[in-house]
C-alpha cells in the first residue's frame, strides 16, 4: 500500500506545482482573448473604428476595420495567454499580461466604436485620457494618503471620510470667504481632522484600526449630510458656491500632440496629484524620513531600539494623509461641483483598491487609479454613444475592474509588516 501511494503524492505535487500563478493567469487571458477574437469579431462591423487625434472628431485619427481589429487583437491577447500559459520569467509578466490586457480592451472598443451610429463611431483619445485623469485624481490623492499610512503602520480606511470632509470644508470655506485658496486650505485641514481623530484612537488608545475607520466614515457622512441640509440646501448661493480653479496651460508641454492638450491644460489638482507621487516616491525611498517610516512600518521595535520616536513618525504620518486626502476631496467642489450629500461615492474604498494594487508604492498606486479611472471614463463613454451593453453594467464597470484587478491581478502582496499593529513602548 505505501508503495503506490509515493506516486500519487508526486503526481499530486507536479500538477499543484504546474499551476503557479502565472499559468492561471495565462489561462484566464487566453480565454478572454479566444472571447475577444470570437465574440467581439462576429458583433463588429465592416466600419471604421476612429480613434482621433483631438477632443472631437475632426482632425488626425488611427482608423482600422472594426471586425478585422477585433479580430487581430483578439489574437494578440491570445497570444500573450499563450505565453504565460507556456510559462515566462517573473520579470516578463507584468508586460506580457499588459500586452494582454490592452488587446483585450482594444478588441471591445474596435467592436464599440465600429457598432456605434453613424457620426459617432469614433473615440477621441484627448477626452478619453483628459477624463481618466481627472475621475483618477481623487483615487490618486486618496492612495497617497494610504500609502504614507500603511507605510507607517496605520491602517488607513478613513479615506473614504477624509476625502468628503476635504470636499465638504472646501466647499463651504471657499464659499464664504469667495477665495479659492482659503477653501485649499480649509480642505487639507478638514482632512486631517479626520486623520487626527484615527491618529488618537488607534495610536494612543489603541482601538482597532479597520473599525475605527468605519466609524469615522461613517462620522463624516452624518456631520456633512446634516450641514449640508442645515447651511447649503437652505442659502447654496452663500455656502454652496465656492470659486474654482481655472486650468492652467503649460507652455511648451501643452503642444505636444494628445498628451498636450489632455494633460498641461489642467488644473492646479493634477500638477499637485502627480507632483505628489514623484515626492512622496523620493521621500520613502530616498530620504532619511522615508527610512524612517518604512522602518516604522515594518519593524517598529528595531526603529525604536535605534532611536527613532515611532510613535511620532506615525502620528505625523497620519495627520500629512489626511492633509493630502483632503485636498484630493477638494478637486470635486474646487474644480468640478458643488458640494452634494456623500458625493465621493465609495471612491475612498477604491482608493483603498488601488493602494493595494499598486503594492504599497507611490506609483504603483498612481498606476492602479489610472486603471480604474480608465474604467470609469471608458462607461462614461460607451454610455455616450448609446452602447448595446445594458447601462446598469456600464454603471459597475469601474467597481467590477476593482474586484477582479484586486482579486485576480494583484497575486500574493504583502503589507508591511506592522501594518494595523498597535505599538506598546516597552
Not at 508503495?3 to 499559468?23: E, I, K, S, Y
Request: hydrophobic share 55%; charged share 10%.
Amino acid at each position: 500500500m505505501s508503495t503506490m501511494a509515493v506516486p500519487d503524492v508526486a503526481v499530486a505535487q507536479v500538477d499543484a506545482g504546474f499551476w503557479t500563478r502565472t499559468r492561471k493567469v495565462g489561462l484566464t487571458l487566453l480565454a478572454l482573448g479566444l472571447l475577444s477574437a470570437v465574440l467581439f469579431g462576429a458583433l463588429a462591423t465592416d466600419q471604421q473604428a476612429r480613434f482621433t487625434l483631438s477632443d472631437d472628431a475632426a482632425g488626425a485619427a488611427l482608423e482600422i476595420n472594426g471586425t478585422i481589429g477585433a479580430i487581430l487583437f483578439g489574437i494578440i491577447a491570445i497570444a500573450a495567454g499563450a505565453a504565460l500559459l507556456a510559462g515566462v520569467p517573473k520579470r516578463w509578466f507584468l508586460p506580457v499580461l499588459g500586452v494582454g490586457l490592452v488587446g483585450f480592451v482594444l478588441s471591445f472598443l474596435c467592436w464599440q466604436v465600429s457598432a456605434a451610429p453613424t457620426g459617432q463611431n469614433f473615440m477621441p483619445l484627448v477626452n478619453i485620457i483628459r477624463g481618466t485623469f481627472i475621475l483618477a485624481l481623487p483615487l490618486i490623492f486618496g492612495a497617497l494618503a494610504g500609502v504614507l499610512c500603511e507605510r507607517s503602520g496605520v491602517v488607513n480606511v478613513a479615506i473614504e471620510g477624509q476625502l468628503l470632509m476635504g470636499a465638504f470644508s472646501g466647499a463651504l470655506f471657499g464659499s464664504i470667504s469667495g477665495n479659492v485658496w482659503v477653501g485649499l486650505v480649509a480642505a487639507a485641514i478638514g482632512g486631517a481632522f479626520i486623520s487626527l481623530l484615527l491618529a488618537v484612537f488607534a495610536i494612543r488608545y489603541l482601538v482597532d484600526q479597520v473599525v475605527m475607520g468605519i466609524v469615522l466614515n461613517l462620522l463624516a457622512v452624518g456631520v456633512t449630510g446634516f450641514l449640508y441640509e442645515r447651511l447649503m440646501q437652505t442659502d447654496a448661493e452663500k455656502y454652496n458656491s465656492a470659486p474654482r480653479f481655472s486650468n492652467w496651460e503649460i507652455p511648451l508641454l501643452k503642444d505636444i500632440p494628445v498628451l498636450g492638450p489632455a494633460l498641461f491644460r489642467g488644473n492646479i489638482f493634477l500638477y499637485v496629484g502627480l507632483l505628489l507621487v514623484l515626492v512622496i516616491h523620493i521621500g520613502l525611498f530616498r530620504t532619511r524620513w522615508g527610512l524612517r517610516t518604512r522602518s516604522v512600518g515594518e519593524h517598529p521595535i528595531a526603529a525604536d531600539t535605534l532611536g527613532v520616536k515611532v510613535l511620532r513618525v506615525r502620528y505625523r504620518n497620519v495627520l500629512l494623509a489626511g492633509v493630502v486626502a483632503g485636498i484630493g476631496g477638494a478637486s470635486y467642489t474646487l474644480a468640478l461641483y458643488s458640494f452634494t450629500k456623500n458625493m465621493i461615492g465609495g471612491k475612498g474604498f477604491i482608493a483603498l483598491a488601488a493602494l493595494i494594487f499598486g503594492r504599497w508604492n507611490p506609483t504603483g498606486a498612481l498606476l492602479a487609479a489610472l486603471f480604474f479611472g480608465f474604467a470609469d471614463q471608458l462607461a462614461t463613454y460607451l454610455s455616450a454613444i448609446n452602447s448595446s451593453i445594458p447601462s446598469q453594467f456600464l454603471a459597475m464597470l469601474p467597481y467590477l475592474a476593482t474586484i477582479l484587478a484586486v482579486a485576480g491581478l494583484v497575486g500574493r502582496v504583502r503589507a508591511p509588516a506592522a501594518d494595523g499593529k498597535p505599538y506598546i513602548k516597552g
